[in-house]
T-cell receptor, first 115, second 108 residues
Framework: KAGVTQTPRYLIKTRGQQVTLSCSPISGHRSVSWYQQTPGQGLQFLFEYFSETQRNKGNFPGRFSGRQFSNSRSEMNVSTLELGDSALYLC??????????????FGPGTRLTVT | KNEVEQSPQNLTAQEGEFITINCSYSVGISALHWLQQHPGGGIVSLFMLSSGKKKHGRLIATINIQEKHSSLHITASHPRDSAVYICAVLYNTDKLIFGTGTRLQVFP
């Protein structure tokens, strides 16, 4: 069974631009969560989608948004990029939402650099 | 004060040593995850537990709900165990908070 895939793996953008990252979950998984990891803040939860609905959102500004498609693939978008958005963005999939305590499987991440 | 504290922040060991990484939290939790992150970023979920103890190969995770504390033990450590180990707690059924991680280096 293929694992969680994320594209692109590396990305360089300029301040003010927007970016879209993609995550394909493990086949059969309907929950996708997104996380941001920076050296200063560590791992932080962005949002979770289940069956095309956003279930939870972390404490991030509205510039960060996401969506999930009927095939469970998910995208996250960051608009008006700031230098502080430079981070590793990870997505994780699971069979059911997190509150069902199903194990999450992580993708390799997309490393975003904002210059 | 962080809601999830890990100790130590950095740990070096010789191959074969027994290793313990600790995680303390201040909120009531539904479950606790132990994650392993290798250089390059890939994260693997090692354990998810809400009580007691779990074992997988050379890894053992324990949790004491009353004391709000969990430990991750590695027996007979090996250089391939070198990674960052992160504990994360799930509380209010849907909020996930991560610890800052413990960087482990195991030398041959």
């Amino acid at each position: 069974k293929a694992g969680v895939t994320q594209t692109p793996r590396y990305l360089i953008k300029t301040r003010g631009q927007q970016v879209t990252l993609s995550c394909s979950p493990i086949s059969g998984h309907r929950s996708v969560s997104w996380y941001q990891q920076t050296p200063g803040q560590g791992l932080q939860f962005l949002f979770e989608y289940f069956s095309e609905t956003q279930r939870n959102k972390g404490n991030f500004p509205g510039r960060f948004s996401g969506r999930q498609f009927s095939n469970s693939r998910s995208e996250m978008n960051v608009s008006t990029l700031e230098l502080g958005d430079s981070a590793l963005y990870l997505c994780a999939s699971s069979l059911r939402p997190r509150e069902a305590f199903y194990e999450q499987y992580f993708g390799p991440g997309t490393r975003l650099t904002v210059t | 004060k962080n809601e999830v504290e890990q100790s130590p922040q950095n740990l070096t060991a010789q191959e074969g040593e027994f290793i313990t990484i600790n995680c303390s939290y201040s909120v009531g939790i539904s479950a606790l995850h132990w994650l392993q992150q290798h250089p390059g970023g890939g994260i693997v979920s090692l354990f998810m537990l809400s009580s007691g103890k779990k074992k997988h190969g050379r890894l053992i995770a324990t949790i004491n709900i009353q004391e709000k504390h969990s430990s991750l033990h590695i027996t007979a450590s090996h250089p391939r165990d070198s990674a960052v180990y992160i504990c994360a707690v799930l509380y209010n059924t849907d909020k996930l908070i991560f610890g800052t991680g413990t960087r482990l280096q195991v030398f041959p």
